[in-house]
């Protein structure tokens, strides 16, 4: 079992920055591809951006000029750059890892954007 805890959410005005962290608590499996989803109220959870072992990096394209993921999977650890956000940006932000025996999601981190 592979627990994922999300941190970094929080209150920002549009235009301002925040920065997400997700940590795994199992070092020893296997994290083919960590990602971040989110989930706005009254919306079907969004893909938001994907860090894999081996390959590039993706985004949603509404946030590939403005957020950065970044990670270190020695760590198990995946991180969110957010910049210029917007009140659209709000939602609650999960983190998810893909392994061969199973995918995992945390509990999510509340991001507002106000505006």
């Known amino acids: 079992q592979v627990h994922l805890v999300e941190s970094g959410g929080g209150l920002v005005q549009a235009g301002g920055s925040l920065r997400l962290s997700c940590a795994a608590s199992?070092?020893?499996?296997?994290?083919?591809?960590m990602n971040w989803y989110r989930q706005a109220p009254g919306k079907q959870r969004e893909f938001v951006a994907s860090?894999?072992?081996?390959?590039?990096?993706m985004y949603a394209d509404s946030v590939k000029a403005r957020f950065t993921i970044s990670g270190d999977h020695a760590q198990n650890m995946v991180w969110l750059q957010m910049n210029s956000l917007k009140p659209e940006d709000t939602a609650v932000y999960y983190c998810?890892?893909?392994?061969?025996?199973?995918?995992?999601w945390g509990q999510g981190t509340q991001v507002t954007v106000s505006s």
């Open positions: 998810n890892a893909i392994t061969y025996t199973g995918d995992y």
């Open positions: 199992e070092r020893s499996i296997r994290i083919n591809v």
């Open positions: 860090f894999p072992s081996s390959g590039s990096t």
